[in-house]
């Protein structure tokens, strides 16, 4: 094997992973689990990456750079937040060290908005951001990171400007499972989407966002008086709440700004649909490599060779 | 006792309520229990009502109308819905008999929008609608008739142009319980509401609808950078669902259409506060005073003296 030049790992809530990085960041090796934070503050969050690090046998002069949920007060190490505005390349600057290791162990920090109307948080997707623009972009640019909680930032000539967390995610299970859409969806199989439903759902509260919370109903009403499907009822549901936070990241952005799409799989067709049908103008990058390419920036940063 | 004349029930999905009226309309015996149509479509619509009405010895001959879910598919027996546009006074003409029974029963019709873009129905809140107004209003106007399914109807001269479903309370309750944001309202009591952070939640999504997913997040993020209290978030999430409800509803309604709220109790309280902070005309009418009256004035038209 190549000798590896250190390890990258993407720690978030629910889920662990870790790649094993050699020279010209070739990938070396690589580990997924769902340990998140949620088990290994349970387990012990030494022990969850010394089992991954054994598994690769990586030698103990390795160092490692880590992100995400690892660095949260509840977290290995609280790793803090930068506030914004702040440049992209400072994320690269705020690591803090895991004492008591045997090996360098650093967790990057988060961002924050602290300004009292918008207060917001993230971590991991700061990784991702440096990752997928680097530190140096320029012009104005809108990122999209979707999920749980999906993230918006709004960045000017490498400066993160400002940044929005809409619950999308987290409100779609919520609202599929605990509302009496429940039982419009129940039938839903995700392999049968309701293209042309979703693209309307997702012009129909772009458009007129205060209808948000009706055009949720209408994915009963709909089944009611027009014989709207269970796929139907969900890219509905779906396509309202994708739609209403693509109005609210963008409401106040220059049009034509590009976007910047990190995701992947079912999410990315998701958002890429919603995009095209919105006639805006995007690139994607997939998220996992967004994540490693910026893990991979601040571990030059922080060992240069 | 005095003579009764007939006997109103609103029954709802969860709920059943009862009057025994006299002779210009005076309320002579009142009923109210849990045995809504979820309940009732178990154990017997039949045994339900006669359990309530031999409670108040009412005699035989004594006819009764009801409304509300209990005319719905699952309900009872169905009731149809009236298609709107229509005429507040024609909820009056099209009551539908339960068959078979010793007893004079008739049930409400709900009201249906079937246009293909916004369909939507209700069941109940017609006969609140009929009460708070009467048949013969003049001008335009909007009626709120707030709750788990939030209903806003837009009335032209005593016509019914189109009314809307917003799922705000639905949407309440699942995203305390069942969201990130159930940790911060977890130590929230009702009874110390956050007055000033509910109006400017209010006011933030009524301003900015298509922020409300991200609105809903600053109950936490505000939580984690600025101290706010379990109250708080849980005013914030309340304000930002009455507020996007009320952006919605008046969106397209000239300004300064007067609001008729269809409410009682908390809610009342809340929807109220939103109405002053955001400078709407509006009266008040007690929710269970206008479905009575409703009742009332179906009763009198199908049994006139």
Redesign the interface.
């Known amino acids: 094997m190549a000798n590896p030049v250190y390890v990258a790992v993407d720690w978030g809530t629910s889920s662990f992973r870790l790649w094993l990085i050699g020279k010209d960041g070739r990938i070396l090796g690589e580990r997924r689990s769902g340990e998140g934070m949620t088990t290994a503050a349970k387990t012990g969050f030494a022990d969850v990456l010394a089992s991954h690090l054994a598994a690769l046998s990586v030698p103990q002069n390795v160092p490692v750079i880590a992100c995400g949920m690892v660095g949260a007060k509840q977290g290995w190490v609280e790793a803090g937040y930068i506030d914004v505005p702040a440049s992209i390349s400072s994320i690269l600057t705020g690591a803090v060290s895991v004492a008591d290791q045997s090996r360098d162990i650093r967790i990057l920090p988060g961002l ?1 908005q ?1 300004d ?6 993230m971590r991991g997707e700061e990784t991702q951001l440096l990752g997928a623009l680097g530190p140096d972009s320029r012009g104005l640019q809108a990122v999209c990171m979707p999920g749980t ?1 999906s993230k918006w930032v709004h960045v000017q000539d490498g400066e993160v400007i400002g940044f ?5 995610g ?2 779609f ?3 599929s ?4 859409l429940s039982h419009a969806v129940a039938s839903a199989e995700a392999a049968q989407a309701d293209n042309s439903a979703f693209k309307a759902a997702v012009l ?1 509260a772009f458009r ?7 055009l ?3 994915a009963r ?2 089944q ?3 014989g709207l499907t269970a796929a139907g009822a969900q890219a509905r549901i779906s396509g309202t ?1 994708i739609g ?2 693509i ?2 990241a963008l ?1 106040d952005a220059p049009n034509d700004t590009p976007v910047t799409l990190v995701a992947s799989g079912r999410l990315q067709g998701l958002y890429e649909t919603a995009f095209k049908f919105l006639s805006l103008k995007y690139t994607v990058i997939d998220a996992d490599t967004a994540v490693r390419r910026g893990l991979s920036a601040a571990a030059e940063a922080i060992w240069p060779n």
Chains 1, 2 share one sequence.
């Open positions: 924050a602290r009292k109307a918008s207060p917001d948080v909680h929005s967390t809409f619950m999308t987290e409100l299970d919520a609202i499972k605990h509302t009496i129909a007129q966002p205060a209808m948000a919370s009706n949720l109903f209408t009403s709909g009611l008086l027009h709440l209403l936070e109005a609210g409401f």
